[in-house]
């Protein structure tokens, strides 16, 4: 490589790296006022003389048409004790997560400032209701801590299917809040084209992007590192089969449940089925989004705002081969 050619490159990484560092450090020092509280604690460790008290000052979580007894008698669970023993292992100390979720409402904050994120973060076990594992309002952020032991845990390995519990892991708690977070300021799908469904969860993920900037690519989808290489490897096959099969444009909602639903893999029908992660639709709709953002000059809120069709034509993606 000639001289100057080398410096010019090494002139543009200084640059490129000194911008970077210039908004994370801008982004580093908006100040950010979050009270966690563990409401999980809270629950498990009050003594029966107490509940009473406890229940009336949280009685958000607790259903009028039911008795104390109700509630203490499940407290009392050996079976609930130990999910709370195990989850106290896990997350005793909570201030290395509230960091995490710190940095990210900066983040938020910088990029959305018109945004205002709640000011509080309950914890909670939720007796593995996986659906809701992050509950955002515009005053309280629910989280469900019983659902991050990791994908090994005990309590998961015979009531969860392997592809749910590998987003049952630490490293899910920020993604999945900002999925939730997503569903906010995302303008929702317009018609029922499945292109638009790739797109709306490619918005989502580009999101991840921007907000978890030191994420893995792995970590912002929920999928192993194989799985991500594969998506990788095959990105080709996989659109070459979604052009040939006029998927882009079609309303059959079979196409969501085959390929962006969660799923133990993703139905092709073909002998790549086994092989696959399921949800490859996301992915795809995520490089759509990404390659729209490299070719385009619009705000994050413009692109979140945009109808699919006329973002994916815009677009200039061409998958990897």
């Not at 509230?98 to 990029?111: A, G, P, T």
Request: hydrophobic fraction near 40%; charge should be negative; include cysteine.
């Amino acid at each position: 490589m000639p001289k100057y050619i080398f410096l010019v490159v090494l002139f543009s990484v200084f640059v490129s790296c000194n911008k970077k560092s210039a908004v994370e450090k801008e982004i580093e020092s908006l100040p950010v006022d979050l009270k966690v509280e563990r409401f999980d604690k809270i629950l498990y460790e009050t003594p029966v003389s107490e509940f009473k008290a406890m229940r009336s000052k949280y009685a958000v979580f607790f259903p009028e048409e039911y008795p104390d007894s109700v509630f203490i008698e499940k407290i009392q669970d050996p079976l609930y004790r130990e999910l709370f023993d195990e989850v106290q292992k896990k997350y005793g100390d909570f201030s290395p997560v509230q960091n995490e979720i710190e940095d990210l409402y900066r983040h938020i904050k910088f990029y959305f400032p018109d945004f205002k994120m709640p000011s509080k973060v309950t914890t909670l076990i939720s007796e593995m209701e996986y659906q809701n594992k992050v509950i955002l309002t515009d005053s309280i952020m629910l989280l469900s801590i019983d659902l991050y032991l990791g994908k090994d845990h005990k309590f998961y390995v015979n009531e969860f299917p392997s592809y749910f519990c590998q987003t049952f892991e630490r490293s899910q708690i920020l993604p999945d809040i900002v999925s939730e977070f997503s569903t906010k300021v995302t303008s929702p799908s317009r018609d029922r084209m499945f292109l638009s469904q790739m797109i709306y969860y490619g918005k989502e993920l580009y999101l991840k992007d921007i907000l978890l900037p030191e994420y893995a690519d792995n970590d912002k989808i929920g999928y192993t590192k194989e799985q991500l290489e594969w998506c990788e490897a095959n990105e080709n096959y996989m659109w070459l089969n979604f052009i040939q099969e006029a998927y882009l444009y079609s309303t059959d909602l079979k196409l969501v449940h085959r390929f962006i639903a969660p799923a133990p893999f993703s139905k092709f029908y073909l002998d790549i089925d086994n092989e696959s992660p399921g949800r490859v639709g996301v992915w795809l709709g995520w490089q759509i989004v990404r390659s729209f953002m490299k070719n385009n000059d619009v705000s994050l809120q413009q692109l979140l705002a945009m109808d699919a069709k006329e973002l994916f034509e815009l677009s200039r993606y061409k998958p990897k081969k």
